[in-house]
């Protein structure tokens, strides 16, 4: 049977210069990478030495009272191997907004946990999974995972099979299911 052809791209980011990101640029300058949208949402990439300032300012001056979500995307190619991607949610505008930082492999991020209290788990979650340090979080340590854990299971490098059997046969004293 002949392979089946790809399915069609969604849609693509389209840059965007709207009245909140000339805003967010006039404040902070380069600090702003870069702007888009993607289906009506506006996503800025911002420069992880401002990261905090700009969530402030998110918060205070835009009214983005709400951190949705706090994740990461590893991309092991790349030099800045990491995006940090956090979904901000204004209900005062009933609008989103996504910022992105890149991060590379062993650079420090700031914590907005001070900014956001929900980004406390959030936090811990993505150091967990991915190994990115939040400088300044209350209590960074492994959240889901026990602290003797070996590695970072969602970056795209990890064999999270062996890790798993070692674990297991350690831990638990059998062989693992796997």
């Known amino acids: 049977m002949p392979p089946r052809p790809a399915a ?30 993607d289906r009506n949402q506006a996503i800025l990439v911002v420069a992880a030495a401002k990261l905090e300032d700009i969530a402030r300012f998110s918060r205070d001056k835009e009214k983005f ?13 790349r030099e800045k191997r990491f995006d940090l991607v956090l979904n901000l949610y204004s209900f005062a505008k009933n ?13 420090p991020v700031a914590s907005v946990v001070d900014v956001w209290p929900t980004a406390n788990w959030l936090e811990r979650e993505v ?47 059998i062989e693992s299911g796997q």
């Open 65 to 77: 009272d709400f951190l949705t979500d706090l994740t990461a995307v590893d991309w092991p190619r």
């Open 127 to 173: 150091y967990d999974m991915f190994g990115i340090v939040f400088e300044g979080h209350p209590d960074l340590r492994r959240l889901l995972l026990p602290e003797e854990w070996q590695g970072y299971p969602l970056r795209k490098d990890y064999d999270i099979l062996q890790q798993d059997t070692a674990w297991v046969r350690e831990n638990l004293g």
């Open 8 to 37: 069609p791209a969604g849609p693509k980011p389209v840059p965007l210069d709207n009245e909140l990101t000339k805003r967010y640029k006039t404040r902070f300058g380069d600090a702003i990478v870069e702007a888009t949208a």
């Open 95 to 107: 609008e989103r907004l996504r910022l992105k930082v890149n991060v590379g492999m062993d650079e």
